[in-house]
C-alpha cells in the first residue's frame, strides 16, 4: 500500500539503491503554481549534509518533473516528479549482501518477501520520505492558494531525555532553519548540538521528539469518524519509519507532556483545534515521537548514518501535515457546506 | 469516510439517538463460526450501567443479525447486526435544542453540515463506538480460527495523574474485567474507583490511558509505507472519540513512558513487534491517551455520563485492534511468502 | 466488494431469504430532503406481482430508514435502510437444499465459498436489487437540488428479436410506467406483452434491451482515465446480475444497433455527450444487453418467477446512472473550476 | 482517478507532449520474473508505424524501469517504469495552440479544467495507452507463474461492417500479430487492409470490433455484487478512450452478434463462462465496440494519425484483461476456498 489519501493521492516508489525514487499525486487541481525549483529547495531541506551533526553522504538528490505541469502551473493531470539515485551500488553496502544488519528490519523483511534487497535498506530506508517531501511540496503549492493564513511548522522539541522550551506562536520555518539541530530554544539547541556530536564519535545515536503547529485552519475540515483529522494525522505520522508515537492537544498542553505526573488535556474547556474530529479553527498541535535510530557503529563512526535523524525528519513531517491537509480540503469542496 | 479498512472493512451507521445504529463487515471468509451471543456478549462489556462507576443509563443494547450469517457461520457476504436505540427522543435532550453544550463538538459540527442533530451527540456521541465492538468481535471471531494463540488485551492503566503496575504477560480479558475500573493492577485500581467516584460527585471528569498488548501475531504482518501495522493502529485510535494520542513499542519500555526525564525506546536493540511497519513475532504494544470527557455538569451529576469512559473504552480498543489485524492477515494472504 | 464510489458511496447487504437487505449511503451531503416514502415509491416500482407479466409472489418490501435522516432532511452522516424478508425459509425453496439449480450460479458459488446457501439465490438473487433502487433514490433526492433539469430515464427497448421504436426526446418516467412492460412503442409493447405471456406459458423466458438516457448533464462531468464517465457506468451496468454488454453514444445512432450491416458511431461527428471521459452537455445514451433469466421450468411456471426481467430492472438500471452521477458530481465539487 | 485495481494496482501518468509517460504497479508479489525486454516487447506490439496501415510517426518508446525490479526479479516493491517523448514539443502541433481540433476532447477538457495543453491532446491522447501495456504486461508476468495455462487473445474481428470469421480455440497471439490488421481471418483481412488504405487516403477513419478470448481461467475469480468479473472488465474496457461498448458471453454466441434479428445469450443453458460474477472455468468471451476515431483530416492525410486504431488497441485491451485478472487472483488468495 505505497498511496495515501483518497482525493488528493500520494503514491511513493523506489529503492535507495536502484535507479531513482520518485512520486506521483494524483488529484491536484489545475492551474496550481509550481516549478521544479519549489520541490528542489524542499528537497534540499531534507538532505543530509548540511551541517557537521547529519550524515557527511553527499546526494545531488536532483528532481526532475516528468509530467502533470506545464509552463509553471499544474495540469490537473498526475504529477510525477522523480530523483535519482547516483550511487545504485555502493560497496560500501555489497559487504552487507549476506548478513542482516542488527537493527534494521531486514530479517522481516526477507521473511515476508523471501528476498533482501541487500543495497541500503530498500524501502525501508529513510530515503524513501524525500518522496513525501516531494508530495507535500505539491500540497503545499496548492494549500497556498486557497489558504494563504495555513502555516504548519515543525521543530525539534527534544533529543534524548533534553526538552525545548516552547515556542511563541508565529513561529516561521526560517526561524527553525536557522539552526542545525533545527530547534528554536537558543539554549537548548546548543546542549543537543554537543550531544548530537558526542553520539557520533561514540556510534551512537538518539530519538526524541518533534513537534509541529498547525495555524490558520479553517473550520470543519475533517471527515467523521475514520476520516477524522486526528485519525489521519496519526496515519501519516505512523506510516514515518522511525516513529513511535504520536499524541496532539492545544498547543500550551502539549509543554506538559514530559512532565512528571501529569496527563494531558487535564483542562476540559480547550480541544487543540479538533472537536468532534473537524478542525475547529484554532492551532492544532502534534507531538511526533522518535527512536534512536538503529545502525550499524562502524557506519555511524564512518560518518554515513545520522545519530540523531530528527532535524532531517522536520521538512518530512511537516509534508505528512500537508498531505493530509490537502486530501481533506477537496473532501470539504466536494460537500461544502450548503449541502 | 464512515468506512475503515481495505479487504476486511468496517462501515458503520446510526446517530445516538435515532432508530438504530449498526455495522457492516465486508470481506470476512465464508464458514467462520459466528453467533448473535458473540457479539451481544462483546456489547455487554462495552455498556454502560456495569457498575457505580459509570453512568447509570439502561441501554439494552440488543444486536440483530441482518445478513451474512446461516445456521451459525458466516456466508463471505456482508454481515450486518444493528442495535436499536430505546429512547430516541429522551426529554432529557429536548431541551437542548437551542443550545451547543459547552465542550461539545455541536458548534463545529453545526458550522460544518449546516444543522445539529440535538438528539444527544449524533454521530459524535460515544455511542458510536458500539458499532466497532460489533466489527472487532466478527475480526476476531475470524482471527480465532487461523491465529488461535493470538491475545490482544487491553486495560485502564493511567486515571488522571495515577498510573498502575505494568502486568505480567499472559494477561487475560477475564483478568482485566474482574474490576471495575479494568485496572488489573490490585493497589492502583482501588484508589482509581475512588476518584472516579470522587469526580461523579463534583460533576468532574478524568483522562488517562489504555494500555494495549497484542501477543502472538505472525510474522510479517502489514504493508509496506502507508499500510505499516503502526499507522493503521494509529489510525485505528485516532479515529475514537476521545483518543489523543498514542506510542508504541516493547512492554518493557512503555513502562518509562510517564516517568520525568525518560525517552521511549532508549534502548536500540529492542523494537516493540514492529520493524520495518512488520510484525516480527514479538509482541507489540500501545498506549493510548484520552481526555477527560466533556460534558455538562448537570448531567454528570445526575449520573448520565461517564465520569471517566476508559474502563469501557477497553473493549473498544481491543476491537481496533482486531480490525487492523484481520484486514492485514487478508492483505497477507493476498500475497503469501512464495510470492 | 459490495461497496460502490468513491465519494458518495453505497454498500449493500443481505441474502434474498434472510432477515433483511439493506443499504448504506455513505457520502450524501446533509440537507437533502428524503423521506421513507420516496424511497417506498421507488421501491414499489420495482416490486413484484405489479402484473400478469411479472412474477405473482407478493413481497411487500417496506423500506425502514435507520439512520442519517431526521425531521425529512439528510444530516450528512451514513444513510441506513433495511428491508425484511417476510418469508424467510419458504418451503419452496428447501426442496432445493441438495441440488443445484441448473442455470444458477449455485455450483461456481459453492466451489468459490465452501458452502451454498440454498434459501433462493442468497447474494446472486435478483433480490439484491432493491438495494440498489434504495441507493439510487438517494442519490436522486441529491441529484434534485443541484440539477433540477436532469433527466435520467430507461425503457425496454428491445424483448427477444423484438425492437421497439426509438422514442422522441423528453420522455418520462410515467410515460415509461404506463405500461407494464415499460416500453413506450404503443406497437411493440402489445406484441412485447404477448410474447412474455407466451415464455411464462412455456416455462421460456426472454432476454432483450434497456435503452437508458441522461438528459440535462453538466458539462465536464467524469474523471480522467479509469474515473471515465463511461468507465463508471459500464461497471455500473456490469454489476447487475443479468446484464450481458453495454454500450453508449448518441440517441440516434444507438437506433441503428441491431440492424444488418451497420456500425456504431460511424458518424464521426456527434459523441453521444461524452468526450474524453468527460460529459459535454449533450445527452447520453446507453443500451444494455440481458440474457433470458435461467430458472426451474416448474418454478417458471408456478409463477414464482419473470419470464423477462427487464421490465422490473428498468428502476435499477436508472438508480445505477443516479448513483454514478451523484459520485462524479461530488467529485468535480472537489475539484472545482477555478482550482 | 488515475489508479485501477484494489491490490494489484496500477496508476499511470503523462501527457502525450511532456516530458514522460510511465505507470507504478503497486501490489505486485515478490519474485516474479520481469525484465525490461518483456515490457519493451510489449510497447513495441502497441507502437505505431509497424506497418502502411498505422500512423508514419517514428515513436521509439524505450522503457525504463526504475523500481520495484532486482536481478530480474520483483522485490514486492512499486514497480515504475517511464517512457520518454522525444519529441516534446512538436511544431506540428504548434498550431492547433489557439483552436480546438474538431472531434476531440478539447473544448470539453479546458471548460473542466480552464486551461488546454495544446501539445496534442495531453492525457486523452491515445499514447496514454501505452502506459497500460505497461502495466499489463507485468500482470501477465505475475498471471504466467501461478497459472501458465492462461491465455488471453484479442484480435480486430470487425473494421467498419466487415465481420471477419470467428476463430478456432486455442489462437495465439503470434497467429494474430501474422498480419497487420491483427485480424486473424485470411479473407476478411485483406479487405480490411484495403479499406483502412482507401480511409487513409479520404482522410477518413473506421470503427469496428476487437473481440478477447480469456482461456484457462481458475474457477470462482470475481468478488460479488460491485466486484463481479464482468463488472470490472466493463469498466477496464471501458475505461480506454475510443471504446463505445462491451458484451460478454460464450464464444459462440457472439458470433451471432452483428446479424440481423438476433439476440445475444438466446441459448440458456450457456454463461460465457461468468456465473454470479465469479468465474466457472470456461472461456470468456468479449466483443469491444470502437468509434472511428476523430482527427483533422489534414493531419490524417498527413499520416500522423491511425485510421483505424484497433490494430494498434489489440495489446491495450489485452493488458486489460490481465490487470483486472492479476487484481481478482490478488482478491481469491486473501479469501481463499478454506476460509
Not at 36 to 54: H, K, M, Y
Not at 147 to 154: D, I, K
Request: with cysteine; hydrophobic share 35%; charged share 20%.
Amino acid at each position: 500500500m505505497n498511496t495515501l489519501g483518497t482525493l488528493f493521492r500520494l503514491t511513493t516508489f523506489g529503492e535507495s539503491h536502484g535507479p531513482a525514487l520518485g512520486s506521483i499525486i494524483d488529484g491536484c487541481p489545475a492551474g496550481v503554481p509550481l516549478t521544479t525549483e519549489q520541490i528542489q529547495v524542499a528537497l534540499d531541506r531534507r538532505r543530509p549534509g548540511q551541517s557537521s551533526i547529519t550524515t557527511a553522504r553527499a546526494e545531488p538528490d536532483q528532481v526532475e518533473i516528468l509530467s502533470g505541469v506545464f509552463e509553471g502551473k499544474t495540469l490537473g493531470t498526475p504529477i510525477a516528479a522523480i530523483v535519482r539515485n547516483t550511487n545504485q551500488r555502493s560497496g560500501d553496502y555489497d559487504k552487507l549482501k549476506s548478513e542482516d544488519r542488527p537493527g534494521h528490519a531486514d530479517a522481516v523483511w526477507r521473511e515476508r518477501f523471501k528476498h533482501r534487497d541487500h543495497r541500503g535498506g530498500g524501502r525501508t530506508s529513510g530515503r524513501e520520505t524525500l518522496c513525501r517531501v516531494i508530495g507535500g511540496t505539491i500540497a503545499e503549492a496548492y494549500l497556498a492558494q486557497g489558504f494563504p493564513q495555513l502555516n504548519t511548522v515543525a521543530w525539534v522539541s527534544q533529543v534524548g531525555d533534553l526538552v525545548s522550551a516552547v515556542p511563541e506562536p508565529g513561529l516561521t520555518r526560517a526561524q527553525v532553519d536557522a539552526h542545525p539541530t533545527r530547534c528554536p530554544d537558543p539554549v537548548a539547541r546548543e546542549e543537543m548540538s554537543r550531544r548530537i556530536l558526542a553520539a557520533k564519535e561514540d556510534g551512537d545515536s538518539l530519538g526524541g521528539c518533534i513537534d509541529i503547529r498547525v495555524e490558520g485552519l479553517p473550520v470543519g475540515l475533517g471527515e467523521p469518524i475514520f476520516g477524522k483529522m486526528k485519525a489521519l494525522l496519526a496515519h501519516a505520522m505512523g506510516s514515518v519509519g522511525a516513529v513511535t508515537g504520536v499524541v496532539w492537544g492545544p498547543p500550551d498542553l502539549l509543554s506538559r507532556i514530559a512532565q512528571p505526573g501529569k496527563v494531558f488535556h487535564s483542562r476540559k474547556d480547550t480541544y487543540g483545534g479538533i472537536q468532534g474530529g473537524l478542525s475547529n479553527g484554532e492551532p492544532v498541535a502534534l507531538r511526533v515521537f522518535f527512536k534512536p535510530p538503529a545502525t550499524l557503529a562502524e557506519h555511524a563512526k564512518g560518518g554515513r548514518h545520522d545519530p540523531c535523524i530528527m532535524p532531517r525528519a522536520v521538512p518530512v513531517l511537516e509534508s505528512m501535515v500537508s498531505l493530509v491537509l490537502a486530501d481533506l480540503i477537496l473532501q470539504l469542496n466536494a460537500r461544502p457546506h450548503s449541502a
